[in-house]
């Protein structure tokens, strides 16, 4: 994992957890380290616009437009939906990523940590 994504990611969830809209989610760009949300129970369609995204939280639905240079979901139940991916990190359980086309080669480079996770070509 790059090491400033370690150093800044707790503090960003920091910061979506702690916002106004921290019951339902909150979505926001870091620079450098892409788009993130946190929360649960939402749906959303998203764009990765050439970037890397990053979900948290339980029992997501999300759809990403564009080329993703990495998709990075933490927790669990989510369910994301991808058209262009490069990478999928899954930290977790029971999380689910179907991506449509590798950005590079036959299919993504994958990560997953945890139990239940699935990728599939969609």
Known sequence: MH???KTLFPAVLL??????????????TVP???QMMAGSD???TMACQGGA???SGS?????L??????ISVNGSDNRVTAATVGRIVLVGSDNRVTW???????????????????????
């Open 42 to 44: 939402l749906r959303q």
């Open 53 to 55: 995204v990053t979900v």
């Open 15 to 28: 910061v979506l957890a702690s916002s106004p809209a921290a019951a339902q989610g909150a979505t926001m």
């Open 100 to 122: 449509q086309k590798a950005l590079k080669g036959s299919k993504p480079v994958m990560s997953t940590t945890g139990s239940g996770n699935r990728v599939g070509k969609r």
């Open 59 to 63: 029992n997501n639905t999300v759809t």
């Open 32 to 34: 450098g380290l892409g």
């Open 65 to 70: 437009t564009g080329s993703c240079t990495q």
């Open 3 to 5: 090491s400033r994504f």
